[in-house]
């Protein structure tokens, strides 16, 4: 039994460490979609309904899963706050504020999600865990300020990503009650499914994807849509859910920390392989050093006694 449950969290770990991969090589495959082709809310809204869609497929050849009644409206703050207002804010957050702003905004996830952990959930968190979320923490801020530029700075901007990271961390500590309850394909295909409601009902979707010009968008942007609906959205949050089962939310927001270090080493390997453009010379020995970091505050967050 002991050894069934090791194994459940190292796969649970590994799935937390793939949805960074995902997102980190993202962040390079998926240059210059937006704003140049697509809007925020346009981006949003094929992530959200492709995503939502692809659950339904999957959940359609399943064995049908009965929500208890008063678990719909859990479901539907899910949505909220997982989908809607963490996937709005960001994109719009990030069009108005700097990446150094972003960076350490984002940072601040993992502690929020502690904070919500504690008081909502009542769950025990260690010293060690906390020093290792602080030194995450650390890292990802000196290795955020070290890569930004410093350009293009908003208030608006920056209580866009503040509220963006409070979303996220609300979103995965209810979200855990329903993972221990019903199979995370059933969790997330709902959560989807109304988050996606509330982002059409988002008056600038519906205005911005009827303006859009979809015939100037080159097949190999189509591929990096599509990459990002299917690999950075469908898989990403199917795989979050079901790490949820087995390791805190405290943990699974650590993991966060690691996208920029993902982030240099898919800018070597697909520039190696030719499917992106060279960011290499942004990466320094300094950078490597705040990666270290960001590891070893991993580590000891996620080990066990």
């Not at 709005?88 to 905004?105: A, D, E, T």
């Not at 996606?196 to 010009?213: G, K, V």
């Not at 939310?249 to 690691?258: N, Q, T």
């Amino acid at each position: 039994m002991i050894l069934f449950k090791q194994t459940k969290a190292f796969w649970a770990h590994l799935s937390l460490f793939a949805v960074n991969a995902l997102y980190g090589a993202s962040h390079v495959l998926a240059k210059g979609v937006m704003p140049a082709y697509l809007s925020p809310s346009v981006f949003i809204l094929f992530r959200a309904v492709g995503a939502t869609l692809l659950f339904w497929l999957v959940k359609f050849f399943l064995p049908k899963e009965k929500i208890a009644r008063k678990d719909w409206f859990l479901l539907i703050v899910c949505g909220l706050f997982g989908v809607t207002v963490n996937q709005l804010f960001f994109f719009h957050g990030l069009n108005l504020s700097s990446s150094i702003n972003s960076g350490i905004i984002m940072a601040s996830n993992p502690i929020l999600v502690v904070l919500l952990s504690f008081f909502i959930l009542k769950e025990r968190f260690t010293p060690r865990k906390l020093v290792g979320i602080l030194l995450g923490a650390v890292g990802a801020i000196l290795l955020t300020l070290t890569a930004g530029t410093g350009k293009g700075d908003s208030l608006l901007g920056d209580l866009f990503l503040f509220i963006n990271a409070a979303s996220y961390a609300v979103y995965l500590v209810l979200v855990k009650p329903l993972m221990q309850k019903y199979s995370p394909l059933t969790v997330i295909t709902y959560v989807f499914t109304f988050g996606s409601i509330f982002i059409l009902l988002y008056p600038a979707t519906l205005q911005e994807f009827t303006t859009t010009n979809f015939q100037r968008i080159p097949s190999d942007v189509w591929y990096k849509i599509a990459y990002v609906v299917v690999g950075v959205t469908f898989l990403t949050y199917l795989l979050t859910v079901f790490a949820l089962k087995y390791v805190t939310a405290s943990v699974s927001s650590v993991y966060i920390y690691l996208q920029p270090v993902l982030v240099m080493f898919f800018a070597y390997f697909l520039m190696y392989l030719g499917w992106s453009e060279d960011f290499t010379h942004t990466i320094t020995a300094q950078k490597i050093g705040y990666m270290l970091l960001i590891f070893f505050g991993v580590y000891l967050t996620a080990r066990r006694k």
